[in-house]
């Protein structure tokens, strides 16, 4: 098995568990260095309860800018609900609480006096279920967020171009926008919610299983995508496809619940979580002995 | 090489199970009419039942031989079934055969352009017409819409999307209030506003009244139409960086568009025809009144009850016209309405 830079993008599916770490490996290094802008995003002792259930406890996390950061683990291990507390989504499920601080460029954004649709703005999600809005074209989808938030640019259709172009789907829809968002296949609407979530040019982007609905060529371009916008975003993904954290992640985080609410075990370099874990129950899970 | 393929139906009915299927029926149809003809029944009724009853012996032992008890329930459900589908229509296509049959002698050239204001509903049917009757429907169900579909759909908004205290409260009141006889609804208007208020009939009296029994039904539907709207969208919109009240106006009412004009529609079929409280309310003026704020003003129940109670030959066959003048205007509205619903879905 023998993987180099170049053939990452027609990679195909390693045949034991044990050669993530040889995936993670071939990555193509960074081009440039992140650690320049500081970590944009930190978390600090991340508690989440939904009623009197206590499902997150304690989570310390920081975010690299222009780096993936894949969070991998066992379904019910609070994975989803931690993202969505990074940018506030958490609180519309009724019953939610939370404990602790997340810190976008150093200021909490669960003070008091924060405007939440502004943080909305900073840190977009990409959703497990591709949802274009029916009652939208291709191109009024993309640039909703604007209307949304009541945002101006000069220049829609220069936008429109470059977000579309990002997300990977600008040939296949430059010559129909005006069609439906529900018109497109699966992955092109995912790929479409992508482009949505771009126009309204987010520091942070966080993305909730987006492939799990999705086919494995699909799959693969949204990683290509997810590649290049890595290095103008913090992207954090949320996926139950270790292959794709190997893939994709600069940094692997280990969620697991042991029946009570999810800690976080390990993060660590994807390469050093898939071929030499600290902790032994990452490395019972990455190598697929449970979960 | 494989033979050519064409595409064929094994499962369709063959020559000889339609010739079969037609025989009972008129095997059936001639054993109803001899029975009839035999016994002391009498009537149109009679010729039915009795068909219905010989065609489910006949098909229900024809597939007890064949395939046995299963296949025996199974075709005598379908003749009852269908029974109860005739059964459903029969009312009212009766009622439409009816209306067209009396309502066309009462036609003319004048009829939807003249008032009643220079005759009476006992004068030769070519005088008169029903123009201020359909004005005034048409004011009445405007002045309704107006007032109602805000309240009926902001009063869906606020149990769906706010999901306020009061959630619980307001919906169990909202389907009391569907539940309100419309003589109240005009008896409430008539000791609440005109009385003490207008001291006069007018249109907006009427459309006050209406607007009562029209709230409960635009916002009860539009609420079942909001919730069928998947919480995924929301989820979007907001994390968009919209306000809440952005998100709804721009995604979620978009979205759920068709079904809300649904809403409004079955909200004007429930108080198009509506009689009661105009009675009360709104003095059934013959003379087209421009002003919908003061003065009696005619509507279309208002003339038929009017022309019926006149009780003239003449009168009746007014009346007449007249219900069919209404069910052909609400007939429009309802295709307007679906057609200005349907056509940005493709």
Known sequence: MIQTPESEKEMSTPAQPSSLASVANAKAPRTQASTAQGTGLETRGIHAWFGKNHVLSDINLDFTAGSVTALIGPSGCGKSTFIRTINRMHEF????????????????????????????????????????????????????????????????????????????????????????????????????????????????LLMDEPCSALDPGSTLRIEETIRELSDSMTIVIVTHNMQQAARVSDYTAFFLSDGGPGEMIEVARTSEIFSQPKDQRTENYVTGRFG | ?????????????????????????????????????????????????????????????????????????????????????????????????????????????????NDMSMATSTDPIATG???????????LVALALVMSVPLGILTALYLTEIKGKFAGPIRFLVQ????????????????????????????????????????????????????????????????????????????????????????????????AGETAPLLLLTGGGDKVNPNPFNGSVGSLPYYIWKAFNAGSPEAITRAWAGLLVLMVLVLLLFTLARALTSRKVS
Request: proline residues 5%; hydrophobic residues 50%.
């Open chain 1, 93 to 204: 499920i009724p019953g939610a609480a939370m404990a602790g601080e997340v810190r976008l460029d150093g200021k909490d954004i669960y003070a008091p006096g924060v405007d939440v649709t502004k943080i909305r703005l900073q840190i977009g999600m990409v959703f497990q279920k591709p949802n274009p809005f029916p009652s939208m074209t291709i191109g009024e989808n993309v640039l909703s967020g604007l209307k949304l938030a009541q945002l101006k640019v000069d220049n829609k259709d220069e936008l429109l171009e470059s977000c579309l172009v990002r997300a990977g789907l600008w040939n296949e829809v430059k010559d129909r926008l005006d069609a439906h968002g529900g018109s497109l296949s699966g992955g092109q609407q995912q790929r479409l919610c992508i482009a949505r979530a771009l126009a309204v040019s987010p520091q942070v």
């Open chain 2, 176 to 271: 009391a209030m569907s539940g309100v006889p419309s003589i109240v609804a005009g008896l409430f208007i008539l000791s609440a506003v005109l009385y003490p208020i207008t001291k006069g009939f007018s249109a907006l009296m009427g459309a006050l009244a209406l607007t009562i029994l029209m709230i409960p039904t635009i916002a009860r539907t539009s609420e079942e139409v909001l919730l069928l709207i998947p919480n995924d969208l929301r989820e979007a919109g907001t994390a968009l960086g919209g306000t809440q009240w952005r998100t709804v106006a721009m995604i979620v009412l978009p979205a759920a568009r068709s079904g809300l004009m649904t809403a409004v529609i079955l909200g004007v079929a429930r108080i």
């Open chain 2, 129 to 139: 017409g029903v123009l201020h009757a359909i004005t005034g429907t048409l004011t």
């Open chain 2, 1 to 113: 090489m494989s033979a050519v393929a064409t595409p064929q139906k094994p499962w369709a009915k063959k020559p000889a199970d339609r010739i079969r299927e037609i025989s009972f029926l008129l095997g059936s149809l001639a054993f109803s009419y001899g029975f009839v003809a035999a016994t002391e029944m009498k009537g149109k009724l009679a010729y039915g039942f009795i068909f219905f009853v010989a065609y489910a012996v006949l098909s229900s032992t024809y597939s007890f031989l064949t395939r046995g008890a299963p296949a025996a329930k199974d075709s005598l459900v379908k003749t009852l079934v269908a029974l109860g589908a005739v059964l459903t229509v029969l009312p009212i296509s009766s009622i439409l055969f009816t209306v067209l049959q009396k309502g066309l002698p009462g036609l003319h050239s004048g009829l939807l352009s």
